[in-house]
């Protein structure tokens, strides 16, 4: 009775995952969702589109970006956590859904690790701080003499509170001393367009959006976050050559719904991985100043566990405001 019970339970499974590796091998035959936290033309954004275009070439089927801006990216990630588990719609996440967002918010509607897969690590890039070319400061020891001077007055920028950018300004802040008026914005872009225009003095943000701006001087970079140099921006020092002791590297990854199932996760890890070693996608992404970093799951989800302690480490010590 007993072998019987066992063998049908074996069947069972054996079809199930026959079930689930025939889906995977026909996944996908309709248009993928990205959801993306942040609004068109930031550096986000930007780079969702590069991975969005190249499986889009892959797969022979649309992938459509669906930008849901606000509240640091936690509503669109809100939404993918809570999305059919199909494979059809996932996050393009990050440093600020995924190691920022734990800590800085005291109700988040998901659960970063319980309600998602981690797929693959897309790439990395610094944030930099930037100033309007009439900003009358071309390093951060006169920035900083800048501020001091006019305290309390200053605008920073970032494209919104939870962003990489966001948590770069806190701990430049708390580790200058300064202080500043933080705008936040609801993406890189609609901050940048004002920055331009000159009705913000400065801003984080991340290199992807700034990269042309700066190189065309239409902004004026005074320090990357990274721990060191970036290869896009040779003569622009760190912070930390700059007397400012803070690193802050942004990170994008793809998560789906934790219960997609795993052949699909395979799949979409393998097709990442295939488009990410392309050297015409890795082109693309160092245009906009964005190193790509493929990774297996395994690794993604170890690396997402450490930046969650980190930044809960960061928001504690810098007591930075939760949200």
């Not at 669109?76 to 999305?83: F, N, R, S, V």
């Not at 719609?89 to 659960?111: E, K, M, N, Q, T």
Request: with cysteine; hydrophobic share 40%.
């Amino acid at each position: 009775m007993k072998s019987s019970k066992f063998c049908a339970l074996f069947a069972i499974v054996l079809t199930l995952g026959a079930a689930g590796i025939a889906h995977a091998q026909s996944y996908p035959n309709k248009p993928v969702r990205f959801l993306v936290g942040f609004a068109p033309g930031g550096g986000v954004d930007v780079t969702a589109r590069i991975v969005a275009s190249k499986l889009n070439e892959l797969w022979g089927q649309p992938v459509v970006i669906d930008n849901r801006a606000g509240a640091g990216g936690t509503i669109a990630t809100d939404i993918a956590a809570k999305a059919p588990a199909d494979g059809y719609s996932l996050l393009f996440c990050g440093i600020w859904s995924h190691g920022v967002a734990p800590s800085l918010y005291r109700h988040l509607p998901y659960d970063h690790y319980k309600d998602f897969a981690p797929v693959s690590m897309v790439g990395t890039t610094p944030n930099v701080l930037v100033v309007n070319p009439s900003v009358p400061t071309k390093s951060i020891s006169e920035f900083i003499a800048y501020t001091k001077a006019n305290a309390g007055k200053v605008i920073i920028a970032s494209p919104g509170v939870g962003s990489s950018p966001h948590m770069a300004m806190e701990l430049f802040r708390l580790t200058t001393g300064i202080d500043i008026v933080h705008v936040p914005y609801k993406g890189g872009a609609p901050a940048l367009t004002d920055l331009l225009g000159g009705h913000i003095p400065a801003m984080f943000d991340n290199m992807s959006t700034q990269l042309s701006v700066i190189k065309s001087g239409r902004t004026r970079a005074l320090a990357v976050t990274s721990p060191k140099r970036s290869v896009h921006l040779p003569d622009v020092p760190t912070m930390r050559e700059s007397g400012v002791p803070i690193d802050v590297t942004v990170w994008y990854g793809i998560c789906a719904p934790a219960a997609v199932p795993k052949p699909i996760l395979g799949k979409l890890n393998t097709d990442l991985n295939r488009i990410l070693n392309a050297p015409d996608t890795q082109r693309r992404l160092v245009e906009v100043g964005v190193d790509a970093a493929p990774s297996t799951r395994e690794q993604f989800a170890v690396f997402i566990k450490s930046e969650t302690q980190t930044w809960a480490r960061v928001v504690r010590e810098a007591k930075v405001p939760q949200q």
